[in-house]
């Protein structure tokens, strides 16, 4: 095992820090593939269960091994400020159910039981939402996912669905006892209270005030619900449109989860697609705000990160619910954080 292992890029190898022996051959067996590359290293295998973000530094961000699973292929929420067109630009057909899902997810649950890995979290998915409204009513895969973890609760300590749809998950009484079975955390992203806003920086997705009314209605029937306010916009630079307002997004959405019973917040401030496949109207009215570039995003100065992060969390405070930065949500996890 050693002798693989070190045959690994040094990025790589961070996978399998705080592992034990036994614990590492598992994650090993499942996520490499041997026969090698050519120059003696193992390739990354390309699973439909799989590592949640592959192209993390696990040096510099230490998120340890976490799952994520999506049964389609990019979004069709057309998104202005997608994170996903730095690296899903090859997807320009649209969205797509893949191709013998859920063969291969049922061939996942099986090796993972069969090599006895060790539980970890499993996300649904963190690039791809997993509800999308036309591709769910014609497949039904996430509603099949869901079914078959329930037979293999084991694998995973808990469970994180992600998405802009929530309102689906009321079509079939499936989804829901599903979800209380597993005890899956729902993270419902609405960045705006205003429709208006809403349909502009996310013209293919559900409109805001249906999405809230989905939220009422799935903690009243006691499915945890979490709201990812996500991202935050840079409000009062100069030069710099404001997309998201104070008083008429952030303080309204803040007062409605907290009278609804929305458990808690996540957030983090906007990162700005650099080059690729970007929104160039949608750049260009915020880039003056966004002078540092870090690999494929431009990036606020950190100050004003803090400031947005600050000012949400005293409305935050306000409505007496807790907060969460996004990253730091990824790494509670995980068993060691």
Sequence with gaps: MQKLTT?????????????SEVEAKAFFDYLFSVPKKPDGTPKLRSRVIGLY?????????????????APYSFCNHQCVYCYGRSYLHQF????????????????C???????????????????????????ERSHRHTLYMLGRLREYHDLFPSFGILTKNPGILLEDPGYVTAILDLNAELQVSIAFFRDSAGKLMEPGAAPVSERRRAVEKLVRL?????????????????????YQDLNEDLVLLTQWAGKVG????????????????VVREFNQSLIK?????????????RELQRKLM????????????????????????????
């Excluded at 099986?110 to 963190?126: C, D, I, T, Y």
């Excluded at 499915?223 to 916009?233: K, Q, T």
């Design 222 to 242: 006691g499915v945890p619900v979490a709201l990812r306010i996500d991202p935050l916009f840079p409000r009062r630079v100069t030069g710099c449109r404001e």
């Design 262 to 277: 929305v458990s808690y917040v996540i957030s983090s401030p906007l990162k700005l697609v650099y080059r690729r496949n």
């Design 53 to 69: 973000d592959p192209f993390c530094d696990r040096r510099l961000h230490p998120l340890g091994i976490l799952w994520q699973a």
């Design 289 to 301: 705000a966004f002078p540092e570039v870090r690999r494929n995003y431009r990036r606020m100065p």
């Design 7 to 19: 045959r690994l890029s040094p990025r790589d190898q961070a996978l399998f820090d705080r592992l």
């Design 109 to 135: 649950l099986v090796v993972m039981k069969e090599l006895g890995l060790p539980p970890r979290h499993l996300s649904m998915a963190n690039s791809t939402d997993v509800l999308q409204s036309q591709l």
């Design 92 to 107: 320009g057909g649209g969205a797509r159910a893949k191709n013998g899902f859920r063969r291969s997810f049922d061939r």
């Design 310 to 337: 600050g000012d949400l969390q005293g409305l935050c405070d306000k409505a007496e619910l807790p907060l969460q930065h996004c990253f730091t949500n990824i790494l509670h996890r995980n068993s060691f954080a």
